[in-house]
T-cell receptor, first 116, second 110 residues
Framework: EAGVVQSPRYKIIEKKQPVAFWCNPI?????LYWYLQNLGQGPELLIR????????DSQLPKDRFSAERLKGVDSTLKIQPAELGDSAVYLC??????????????FGPGTRLTVL | AQSVTQPDIHITVSEGASLELRCNYS??????LFWYVQSPGQGLQLLLK??????LVQGIKGFEAEFKRSQSSFNLRKPSVHWSDAAEYFC????????FGAGTRLTVKP
């Protein structure tokens, strides 16, 4: 069974440029998460989808970050414009059931973003 | 608010020695607790989780963890460490609003 797929794996951009990350969750998983992981830190939740609905986006900086999950499957996270402080690893995860049930989250390998 | 503290940033153990990684949490109710492992360039992998019941939880790769409510702790243990266990270990609390600790990096000496 294929795991969570993320692309690109690495991205280097200049500040003020836009950037997008793509995530394909495990087939049949209803819940999708985007996390931000700074160097030397644990992941921090940015947004959580239950099917196509964003049910928790309280930690998403909405002035520059946006996300969508079309048809409740793939998801895209966008930053526009990127700032130096956005350099980090962006992780996508998915789980079969609702998050409140504590279903295991399966993580993708992440996208490492470097903003110059 | 829920939070997780992993007091040890970096731990070094010899191969074959026992291991204990510490985790303390703050949570308003009975917590969901998790331990994840992250190898370089890899995604996080779940080692084990605790929801309720037996406070000693067995996980994959020979790891176990013990939930101690009185100490607000959920420490991870392994009786004999292998070189392949070298990685970053994260403790987490919660469910949909999961909070991760800052991680403990494990180095294994030959």
């Amino acid at each position: 069974e294929a795991g969570v797929v993320q692309s690109p794996r690495y991205k280097i951009i200049e500040k003020k440029q836009p950037v997008a990350f793509w995530c394909n969750p495990i087939s049949g998983h209803n819940t999708l998460y985007w996390y931000l992981q700074n160097l030397g830190q644990g992941p921090e939740l940015l947004i959580r989808y239950e099917n196509e609905e964003a049910v928790d986006d309280s930690q998403l900086p909405k002035d520059r970050f946006s996300a969508e999950r079309l048809k409740g499957v793939d998801s895209t996270l966008k930053i526009q414009p990127a700032e130096l402080g956005d350099s980090a690893v962006y992780l996508c995860a998915s789980s079969l059931g609702e998050a409140r049930l504590g279903d295991e989250q399966f993580f993708g390998p992440g996208t490492r973003l470097t903003v110059l | 608010a829920q939070s997780v503290t992993q007091p040890d940033i970096h731990i070094t153990v010899s191969e074959g020695a026992s291991l204990e990684l510490r985790c303390n949490y703050s949570y308003g109710a009975t917590p969901y607790l998790f331990w994840y492992v992250q190898s370089p360039g890899q995604g996080l992998q779940l080692l084990l989780k605790y929801f309720s019941g037996d406070t000693l939880v067995q996980g994959i790769k020979g790891f176990e963890a013990e939930f101690k409510r009185s100490q607000s702790s959920f420490n991870l243990r392994k009786p004999s460490v292998h070189w392949s266990d070298a990685a970053e270990y994260f403790c987490a609390v919660g469910a949909g609003d999961m909070r991760f600790g800052a991680g403990t990096r494990l180095t294994v000496k030959p």
